[in-house]
């Protein structure tokens, strides 16, 4: 039977890989950053207050005084192709399409800014995609994190009449492919420096304690990859927790204070790095590339280097291929 000359374009089926990150305000300027950091700490995933109370603070206080200052952190690390958190994704999602070799239709998406989940999954499904990979690129689970964004993706399927098959990238926080990728990267950057580091410190990004008693695993993720990588290395790993944020008690220790005991104690050569991070961002590059410097060197450090995350190196790649081909087995 011929299909009638009304009958809508039906695209040829396909498979679609859309790799999520956290987001990034669209230019390094308060306006721009007000509007990602509305976004941001709008979501009751990210601040679990009660939004009568929180909105009044998130309104009144921390929009009028935050964006410019994170403005000005955020043009210190700003590059000509934009914010590197945009760049090192579209760069991941470059390879692992060439990687694929056509075989999926390789999107990214943000869950704060552009593009978004939403109209990066209405975009798939019109282009053919009736079978979704959804990535997000966090190897330790976080409601704030992994959860927000499945949250945003379930939101958006809530609206389609006519839903793609959904699978999801779980935490890979201990998988033998990110353990073995965080290795060599971490080695091969040590190897390129010019002192020998008294010191390892692995960050990561930090929580509010409470998240730990709710029942987050983001802390015994983060605890358990380190202890992994440390195995793995034969080394000792200081473990931190960066980016605090308000009055609450967050994950100790604090990588700051961390850094700057470590030389107070005569540590005056250290290396840190970041793995929950899939790629550098404003956290790695001006936080911990910029400011550690300056406070551990004030603290009387002498030798400080950050080591990059996985980004699109040839190794990270090989990992994230490793991961989403897994997790696209019996489809492609």
């Known amino acids: 039977m011929e299909k009638p000359d009304t009958h809508p374009v039906v695209a040829a089926p396909r498979i679609g890989v859309l790799l999520v990150n956290l987001g990034t305000p669209d230019a390094p300027t308060t306006e721009a950053v007000k509007r990602y950091l509305k976004q ?142 965080l290795k060599t990267s971490v080695e091969a950057s040590l190897a390129t420096l010019d002192f020998t580091p008294d010191a390892l410190v692995i960050s990561f990004h930090g929580m509010p304690e409470r998240t730990l008693y709710l029942g987050d695993p983001y802390h015994c993720h983060c605890q358990k990859t380190a202890r992994l990588l440390s195995e793995a290395m034969g080394r000792e790993l200081v473990v931190s927790f960066q980016s605090r944020f308000g009055r609450a008690k967050w994950l100790e220790p604090a990588t700051d204070e961390t850094i700057m005991q470590l030389a107070r104690d005569g540590r005056k050569k250290i290396a840190i790095f970041a793995p929950g991070f899939s790629v550098d961002c404003l956290e790695t590059l001006e936080e911990l590339a910029i400011q550690g410097q300056e406070q551990f060197e004030e603290a009387g450090g002498t030798h400080y280097a950050y080591l990059p995350c996985l980004n699109d190196s040839d190794v990270g790649m090989d990992m994230l291929e490793t991961l989403v081909r897994r997790e696209l087995s019996g489809w492609l």
């Not at 955020?74 to 056509?102: C, D, N």
């Open 40 to 181: 941001f700490l709008s979501d009751r995933r990210v601040v679990e207050i009660p939004p009568l109370v929180w909105q009044p603070i998130l309104r009144g206080v921390i929009l009028n005084t935050r964006p410019q200052k994170s403005a000005k952190a955020y043009s210190k690390v700003w590059t000509e192709s934009g914010s590197p958190l945009a760049f090192f994704t579209i760069a991941q999602m470059k390879a692992l399409a060439e990687r694929l070799h056509g075989q999926a239709d390789v999107r990214y998406a943000m869950r704060y800014g552009n593009p978004s989940i939403p109209d990066q999954l209405a975009a798939m499904k019109e282009a053919g995609c009736n079978r979704i990979l959804i990535a997000p690129l966090y190897p330790q689970y976080s409601g704030a994190t992994t959860g927000t964004v499945q949250d945003e993706a379930y939101a958006a399927l809530t609206k389609m009449r006519w839903h793609p098959a959904i699978r999801t990238l779980p935490a890979y926080h201990d998988d033998a492919a990110y353990i073995a990728a």
